[in-house]
């Protein structure tokens, strides 16, 4: 049994909450992980977590706190003008999936934007309220809100099977094969010419 009340010590239980469930949303989604699964693995009394963030939707929001600032990766990937566009998106997009501390978050983004509804919606919003104008603002030519998300949805479909479902080959590849053989079609994608 979980205890309950406060936990000893310093008050670092909301931020033990937000590491806990985003590891856990990560491993096993929105719906498959519960609030007691959340606060049993946190080592607190279920009740802080409605204290703290109110309901597992509102924690879930919590927990999408991105790897990454959207207007710096905007900035980085059209620094050099629209040439290159497309491989730079995607070296970033890819190596950012690479390091544990931001392929958690993503995942839990990936994973519970699949399985729940309104985190899809909180997804959506945040990635078209945020990177996508901050993208579509530096490139040239018409329909770029399409142009990014086909690019986008060529970079998902890539991370979907190589960080959740593990199909091999593609989940062993290096980041510099996947940047050389998939850079061209997203650069295709955002291309103001089709």
Same mark, same amino acid.
């Not at 309950?4 to 670092?12: A, L, Q, S, T």
């Not at 959506?124 to 809100?145: N, S, T, V």
């Not at 479902?165 to 050389?180: F, H, K, M, N, Y």
């Given at each position: ?72 990766? %905007? ?97 062993? %590849? ?21």
């Amino acid at each position: 049994m979980a205890p309950i009340g406060r936990r000893p010590g310093k008050n670092d239980t909301r931020d033990v909450l937000v590491r806990t469930a985003r590891r856990m949303f990560a491993d096993t989604g929105f719906d498959k992980t519960s609030v007691r699964d959340i606060a049993a693995a946190a080592g607190v009394d279920p009740g802080l977590i409605r204290h703290y963030f109110g309901s597992k939707a509102d924690l879930f929001q919590a927990t999408l706190g991105w790897p990454f600032d959207p207007a710096a990766v %905007a900035a980085q990937v059209t620094a050099e003008g629209p040439g290159g566009v497309g491989a730079r998106l995607t070296r970033v997009f890819f190596e950012a999936w690479e390091h544990p501390e931001s392929r958690s978050p993503l995942l839990a983004i990936l994973r519970g934007a699949a399985t729940h509804a309104d985190s899809a919606d909180l997804v959506r919003q945040f990635i078209q309220g945020e990177l996508y104008d901050q993208l579509a603002a530096r490139l040239p030519g018409p329909d770029a809100g399409l142009r990014i998300d086909l690019a986008m949805a060529q970079l998902l479909g890539v991370a979907y099977l190589r960080h959740i479902l593990r199909v091999e080959p593609l989940a062993s %590849a290096s980041v510099d094969e996947l940047v050389t053989r998939v850079s061209p079609v997203v650069e295709a994608h955002l291309n103001a010419t089709p």
